[in-house]
């Protein structure tokens, strides 16, 4: 009897994981409110019953889930880019890879903040809203262009390593796979050993993803029960406009870029990136994302892993769509907050400032903000009009992200395609890499059994 179908999927159950994380986090917040809170004793230790719920059990299951997460991003995107760079048959075609790869990003994030302004004009979301703005935020001081070129070498791969820094990470797999390509027998060797080790990195990310509705519910049990509702219906209308652009463009301007430019069926890859959707929902974070995003990339999509190891984590780190509208709609935002009117030309400058940002600020913690900010200052808005949409910011962030991973493997298909480096029947193949997110302990037992 095959028991195949009666398996439900990991996108099911993680979106279970989201939905029922949700209504709990409802819950806790109706029923432990400044009224309903009570306290117990524990081996004679007091306890607040929503403490020990929210920053107790969820808060420890939810950061222990992102930091495994965390944890493979570092050895899967140097594994799998060295894999892929030393495969590479014509050493031109890195030149071509990287030049494809970020005019797409930048490609696609002008269009994504040239959409915002230009529904955030039309909608005006904060004509005649007044809110209170004695509130402040303290922006970090972003580094410029060429200084985020040159940190891109690095000194010590180790220390990057060991920092998460994802630009010198990405620089220094591409020197040691191009040597490992030119050291000949030596290289062909040392390249065995990694596509091996590329495997076994795959399937703990398999692992991983096997437990992940139960740190989704976690982190949505969390979320829900603090964020405050009253913030956001005091933003109602700077929400709904930021996640409708948010939906045009992850919905239309996608789509219509993967039909145009490589000729494949877009609702097939919407189909396929709901599982990492997810996943960026839940998460809020692209690097955290990232193995389940180059999963999905090479074995639902069909990206061939020289493509996918490039143009993936070069994604997670430089391409901001998601903020890029988010910063378009809170300029607009913010102006008609402080009754401020902006040129044409102070437009331009916020669609060129912000683009260029996408890439100028790479690897920054807290880029999103700090983008905004470096925005504000350009067309002389106050900065601390920042303080207006924190409330809401986490939500919106959470659904930026999931619009971000989609670009990702967006800009991949079509680079892959361009390159003739896109399998289609993979791609055509609704059912394809699912078989691999199942994890059969079957497996692990007859291989014990057969070592004794």
Same mark, same amino acid.
């Given at each position: ?40 004793? +524990? ?12 920053? %107790? ?5 939810? =950061? ?28 031109? =075609? ?20 040239? +959409? ?9 979301? %904060? ?16 580094? %410029? ?22 630009? =010198? ?30 495997? /076994? ?46 939906? &045009? ?20 890859? +919407? ?56 910063? %378009? ?6 102006? =008609? ?21 996408? &890439? ?22 106050? /900065? ?20 971000? /991973? ?32 199942? /994890? ?9 059994l057969s070592q004794r």
């Open positions: 009897m095959d028991n195949s179908n009666q398996k439900m999927s990991l996108t099911a159950k993680v979106f279970i994981g989201m939905i029922a994380g949700i209504l709990t986090g409802f819950f806790l917040q109706l029923l432990f409110d400044d009224s309903g809170d009570f306290a117990f004793s +524990l081996l004679g230790i007091p306890f607040s019953t929503y403490g020990f719920f929210v920053d %107790g059990i969820f808060n420890v299951i939810g =950061q222990i889930f992102i930091a495994s997460l965390k944890m493979m991003v570092v050895p899967l995107v140097m594994v799998s880019l060295i894999c892929g760079t030393c495969s590479l048959s014509d050493p031109a =075609q890195l030149g071509r890879l990287g030049g494809k790869s970020i005019g797409l990003y930048v490609f696609t994030t002008a269009i994504a903040i040239t +959409l915002a302004i230009t529904m955030a004009l039309i909608v005006s979301p %904060g004509a005649g809203l007044n809110l209170p703005t004695e509130a402040s935020f303290a922006a970090k001081e972003a580094p %410029g262009l060429a200084q985020v070129i040159i940190d891109m070498m690095p000194t010590n791969p180790i220390s990057a390593m060991a920092e998460g820094n994802m630009l =010198q990470i990405i620089v220094f797999s591409l020197l040691f796979g191009v040597a490992m390509a030119m050291s000949g027998e030596s290289g062909k060797r040392l390249s065995a050993l990694f596509m091996d080790l590329n495997e /076994v990195i795959m399937k703990i990310v398999t692992l991983l993803m096997s437990v992940a509705p139960y740190g989704v519910f976690a982190l949505m049990a969390k979320l829900f029960a603090t964020i405050g509702f009253d913030t956001i219906l005091s933003l109602i209308k700077y929400f709904v406009l930021l996640v409708g652009v948010l939906a &045009i463009h992850a919905f239309v301007v996608y789509p219509t870029l993967l039909k145009l430019l490589a000729g494949v069926n877009p609702v097939i890859l +919407l189909k396929k990136m709901r599982e990492t959707a997810l996943f960026a929902f839940s998460t809020a974070s692209s690097s955290a994302t990232l193995p389940v995003t180059m999963e999905t990339a090479r074995r639902k999509l069909g990206v061939d892993n020289s493509i996918a190891s490039f143009t993936v984590p070069l994604g997670s780190t430089i391409n901001m769509d998601g903020t890029a509208i988010m910063q %378009g709609i809170a300029t607009v935002f913010i102006a =008609q907050v402080f009754a401020v009117d902006l040129t044409i030309t102070d437009y331009l400058m916020v669609i060129l400032t912000a683009t260029l940002a996408s &890439i100028g600020t790479a690897g920054v913690p807290g880029v999103g903000l700090i983008m905004l900010a470096m925005v504000l200052q350009q067309v002389g808005l106050p /900065v601390e009009g920042i303080a207006l949409i924190i409330g809401v910011d986490r939500l919106l962030d959470m659904t930026r992200t999931a619009v971000n /991973v989609t670009g990702d493997c967006t800009v991949a298909c079509i680079v892959a395609k361009s390159e003739g480096k896109l399998d289609q029947d993979v791609f055509n193949d609704i059912e394809a890499g699912l078989a691999a997110e199942n /994890v059969d302990a079957s497996e692990f037992h007859k291989t014990n």
